[in-house]
């Protein structure tokens, strides 16, 4: 038998003999939809403002569809970590915001703003009020598109400049009241996110949001739902066969 031949057929033999992962590509390593009762996994953190303990974030219903997420959150850190991750050469992080009530976006004249929200991945702020120490700083306004404060998404702050409400999948459904002097209104609006592709190698994923300059929770308020982490996870077989067709350049060669 041509020893070539002979060592495709080994080869074949060992692809059917080592157990190759499901994993291919991009694989969902995570994912949470806040349903059911009970409290979230330790896997999320919560320090708020002022405070110096990291503490379990609560979990919610939206009041409109009955729809479970994590918050809700005022001026705080929430940070998800993840440990013994598969290996891995990029990760993305995807989630759906809920902006909750009377956020004020770029307004910058007086304590009611800007309405800062952020997420940093690798490292938790120990000074949240500076974004250098974020790797996205942004804000949302609640109010008309026409006639409210812009706000800098889907750009970021300070060079963002974006009517009210830009790029929202959802306005006005999740069901929060808000009474801007005129009686109670539904406020609320819910934007997918992503942290697009990062580049990340570690075994365990850190990755913290954040917000500042709210007025307090019952006036401005967030929650994340559907948080999924998505890693780059190499295909055993396709490395497998590059280096079996490496192997048999390298013979051919001698
Ligand atoms: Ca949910
Ligand atoms: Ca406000
Ligand atoms: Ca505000």
Redo the contacts with the bound molecule.
Sequence with gaps: MNKYLGLMIVGALLLCIIPVPLAVGDVTIYSNDFEGSGPVGSEWAMLVEGETQWSAPPTGTTPSTDDGFLGEFSNCMVTLTLNNLPAHAEVTVSLDLFVI????GN?DLDF??P?YWAFVEGSVPDNPEDPEQWDYVTTFS?WDPDTGPRQAFPGSYPEGDFPARQDASENNTLGFLFDNGEGPVVHDAVYELTTGTLAHTDSSLVITFGADH??GIT??SWGLDDVVVTLDVPEPAALFLLAFGGLLATRRRR
């Design positions: 009530r009377s956020w004020d307004f009611r703003g309405d609640n709210l007025q006036d401005e």
